[in-house]
């Protein structure tokens, strides 16, 4: 044991004081408010113990919603460090932890929740079926997220957050350099969560090769699930090496194990390797299912089929190989030789060949297209021109003997910023208004979604721009302030301005959401964008169980053809058979429970506690061993109800888009 | 996934939603093999990093690890029969071999055990050195495994006693087949590259 219980909560720092206050209160308002408006049992009922798939990739937005908000809040403080030199605004401790908060919280509990999200959402649509195919699990995955974001963001109050950067490179993450319990955080938090990405990965693999609807044959299947498909393979063949990792450095953290000390034996640069084995393919999770999302929108919105679609399938397949073999070339400067540097650049460099066939592939699709300006295809269209900037720097980086003068500097947190903003922010943006009507029945509005689309564009561009000259001059990065001398103080000055245009923009989203719960039109179809795939061919919101009769597909943009030979777009009475549904449950919620309260447990190093907590691990599990719930059945009558009300909707009915 | 029933299959795959759980189960599997490579991997990268302390010929006994080997292979050939015996609609033969799996199993796990306690008399502990750390914690993860899989087919024998064979009991008794096989598979790989390997230097 031997906790120092006066080191339990964080004090002495009044930015930490303020941000425990204001845990405190919300929390205190959370509970006042639901209990006030009475909706605990809805909440429980509805949403905590739901397995439908479409609420479960609601629950994961709004969590990569907040989770945006403290990443965001994380990368504001450094800017406001670094905008002025010699700033005392931040220790370096603090600007320690806050930058390797901003990059896991970023990355793991921003874009993969919102991600995976999305393809809870709308994957299970697109191929035509009425859930994932093993939906209790999929609630499973969701409440392992959630349990390990939430133990990891309680880190900067209680214990202290890891400070060895997003990547806790050994040695300086092991005990010896590290001995708090900070990166204890790291390896156990990410650990719960890490199990919960793979069970969705498995999840999707299964739903998609096994619960396509009739007709549809994997190359008729939609570029979001496809990408949705390799993305999840990638899951699996890369989440378990990082599994390894997380548990080899549990072990020499807690348990004095040497895999990555410098003493008896180990490697530290192992961890590094295996970190960037899973590191590297988990962009690619990231940034393929937002090429798919780019790839349904701006089809949709030039009126066009996809451009060159086996290309694309093509081209993600190979991407996908490739993201396994180009981990070196994070650390070129290892010093593994100029024969091995050379084949990780050749396969680095190789990444841009497939990536600019799905480039041309858009811009062809919108060749001649009748193309409609709305907010998600501004997104798509701000991607094109920005994520080329980042692809571009990035086979800077990747040539090899280059890299040393880039390593480690600020051009490259420019470059990936380049990368993952527009590759994953701007598509997750992008996927948000176009299907936000498929999850609330109402669409955001369009007008203050400029006033998003444009401050949020721009701010990114003003912020991370700079630091590209910033780093070629070479300000490196994780450097919590800097000399006048230097002569940087302009350039992140201009960066630190960006930053707040940026956050203006984000909370031009986030009043937009606001304000289209308060006004938005209700009366939409649903299919207000005038789209194509067999998502528009349910009601907005989508009913429970998503089709009364399963479609039947013969080719690309099933539910184009439907609209345009006017056929399957009603259902007659004798069509409607009962439908089955799998039952709610509150065990995955109480998984996600035991399983964050025995990590922390583990985290403080408190064996005997997390030994106990660990029991109800086993007893969840065994509890699910023997249920034997087969589910309900959602009877003809009230189908047909529910058919007839979106169906039949009585005075006008809103299509956004003609 | 509606609960129509396909005679025509064998028990286990009869249901939509047997065969998902199924299928989902070899792609568990498949995520299993990418964490066993790792390790492996680590252990390949770490085997001879002793810091000084004791070497593979001064901890093995090759003796144990060949009677633990002979368990661990022949439960894997009791559960094959147990599921051949579970094809033929014979409930008290599924079970009785698959006690008899589970038995060979604990046998397995109690000598891996002692192994582990002898290695500590030595002085070769996780903290030892690299190398004993990698070796552990495969051997270890192995043994957690093959744990595991003891405590979850005692669960499905319960489950086959109280509800006979149906489609969801033989799926399930069908998993934990594929994942007794699949640890017998690992622990060839583990004789192979770490105890004979370690023997021979």
């Known amino acids: 044991m031997g906790i120092k219980w006066n080191e339990f909560f964080i004090t002495g720092d009044p930015l930490i004081l303020g941000s425990q206050i204001a845990i405190v209160l919300t929390m205190v308002g959370i509970v006042a408010g639901v209990t006030y408006l009475k909706k605990w049992k809805w909440l429980w009922s509805e949403w905590i113990t739901t397995v439908d798939h479409k609420r479960i990739g609601i629950m994961y937005i709004i969590s990569g919603v907040l989770m945006f908000f403290r990443g965001g809040m994380d990368g504001l403080l450094m800017k406001a460090q670094t905008s002025r030199p010699e700033m005392e605004f931040l220790d370096a401790q603090h600007y320690n932890e806050i930058f ?4 896991v919280i970023m990355i793991l509990f921003m874009a993969m929740p919102m991600l995976i999200g999305i393809m809870n959402v709308v994957v299970p649509l697109q191929i035509g079926a009425r859930d994932v195919a093993f939906p209790q699990l999929n ?36 005990k010896e ?17 890490g199990i919960g990405t793979l069970l969705s990965g498995i999840n999707f693999v299964v739903t998609i090769l096994k619960m396509r609807t009739k007709g549809m044959t994997l190359m008729k299947m939609p570029m979001f699930t496809w990408t949705s498909f390799i993305a999840s393979v990638i899951i699996i063949a890369a989440f378990p090496i990082f599994t390894v990792a997380l ?19 180990g490697l530290d640069m192992l961890w590094a390797n295996l970190f960037w084995l899973w590191g590297h393919p988990e962009v690619y999770i990231l940034v393929l299912p937002a090429f798919g999302i780019y790839s349904e929108i701006i089809s949709t919105f030039s009126r066009k089929t996809l451009f060159g679609y086996k290309s694309m399938v093509l081209s993600i397949l190979i991407i996908a190989f490739l993201s396994m073999v180009v981990w070196v070339h994070h650390f070129y400067t290892m010093g593994s030789g100029p024969a091995v540097n050379s084949i990780f650049s050749i396969t680095t460099m190789a990444i841009a060949v497939p990536t600019g066939i799905k480039i041309f592939n858009w811009l062809f699709t919108m060749r001649k297209g009748r193309i409609k300006m709305t907010n998600a295809m501004l997104w798509s269209l701000a991607f094109v021109p920005c994520f080329i900037i980042g692809g571009v720097t990035g086979v800077m980086l990747g040539m090899g003997a280059a890299d040393y003068q880039y390593h480690n500097t600020l051009f490259l947190v420019a470059h990936f910023h380049y990368t993952i903003i527009p590759g994953v922010v701007f598509a997750v943006f992008a996927a948000l208004y176009y299907w936000w009507p498929k999850m609330f029945g109402f669409t ?19 912020t991370f721009m700079p630091m590209f000259f910033l780093g070629l001059d070479g300000a490196v990065r994780r450097s919590y302030t800097y000399s006048v ?42 299919d207000p964008w005038n789209a194509r795939t067999l998502e528009w061919a349910t009601a907005s919101p989508v009913q429970p169980y998503n089709f009364a009769k399963l ?26 058979e009962e439908i089955h549904m799998p039952s709610n449950s509150g065990l995955p919620f109480f998984m996600g429970v035991v399983f964050g309260v025995a990590g922390f447990f583990l985290v403080f190093e408190w064996h005997i506690a997390a030994a106990i907590a660990a029991i109800g691990i086993i007893a969840g599990l065994i509890y699910r061993s023997f249920d034997y719930d087969e589910g309900y059945h959602i009877p003809v009558d009230e189908i047909k109800e529910t058919e007839s009300k979106w169906r039949n909707v009585e005075g006008e009915v809103h299509n956004y888009v003609k | 996934m509606s609960s129509k029933i396909d005679h025509s299959l064998p028990l286990e795959y009869q249901t939509e939603q047997n065969r998902l759980n199924i299928l989902g189960f070899w792609i568990f599997l498949g995520a299993e093999i990418v964490l066993f490579a790792t390790l492996f991997g680590v252990y390949g990268v770490l085997y001879q990093r002793y810091a000084g302390g004791p070497t593979h010929q001064d901890i093995i006994m090759i003796k144990d690890v060949l009677i633990q080997t002979v368990l661990l292979l022949t439960s894997s050939f009791t559960m094959g029969i147990a599921i051949f015996e579970m094809r033929r609609q014979q409930l008290k033969g599924l079970i009785f ?8 199993g604990s046998g397995f796990l109690f000598m891996e055990i002692n192994e582990f306690i002898h290695y500590v008399h030595l002085g070769a502990t996780m903290q030892t050195s690299a190398f004993l750390s990698s070796l552990f914690v495969l051997l270890g993860t192995h043994g957690a495994h093959v744990t595991f899989g003891i405590i979850w087919a005692i669960m499905v024998i319960i489950q086959l006693v109280r509800r006979g064979l149906t489609p969801t009991t033989a799926r399930k008794t069908f998993i934990i087949g594929l994942y007794w096989h699949f640890l017998d598979v690992v622990w060839i790989f583990i004789f192979t590259f770490v105890y004979l390997k370690g023997m021979v230097g």
């Not at chain 1, 390797?100 to 990059?103: L, R």
């Not at chain 1, 369009?446 to 003003?462: M, P, S």
């Open chain 1, 139 to 174: 609630a499973l995955s969701f409440w392992l997220f959630f349990g390990g974001a939430m133990l990891f963001n309680i880190s900067f109050v209680i214990g202290g957050s890891p400070d060895a950067g997003w990547t806790s490179y050994f040695p300086l993450a092991g």
């Open chain 1, 485 to 526: 001398e230097s002569g940087f103080a302009p350039l992140f000055l201009v960066s630190a301005i960006g930053s707040v245009i940026l956050a203006l923009g984000f909370f031009a989203f986030c009043y937009n959401i606001y304000w289209s719960i308060r006004h938005a039109d209700r009366n939409i179809t649903g």
């Open chain 1, 247 to 265: 548990a080899l450095m549990t072990f020499d953290r807690l348990y004095g194990a040497h895999f990555f000390t410098l003493s008896g034996g």
């Open chain 1, 551 to 576: 479609p039947e597909v013969d080719g690309l943009d099933p539910f184009w053809k439907m609209k345009k030979n006017n056929e399957g777009l009603t259902i007659k009475d004798s069509d409607i």
């Open chain 2, 97 to 104: 071999w698959l006690v008899i799996t589970l038995l060979l």
């Open chain 1, 100 to 103: 390797t908060t901003h990059g």
């Open chain 1, 177 to 193: 350099f590290s001995p708090g319990i900070g990166n204890n955080y790291y390896a156990v938090a990410l650990q719960i969560a």
């Open chain 1, 444 to 462: 955001l509005n369009e007008k203050i979604g400029r006033w998003h689309f444009w401050l949020f564009v721009i701010g990114f561009n003003a």
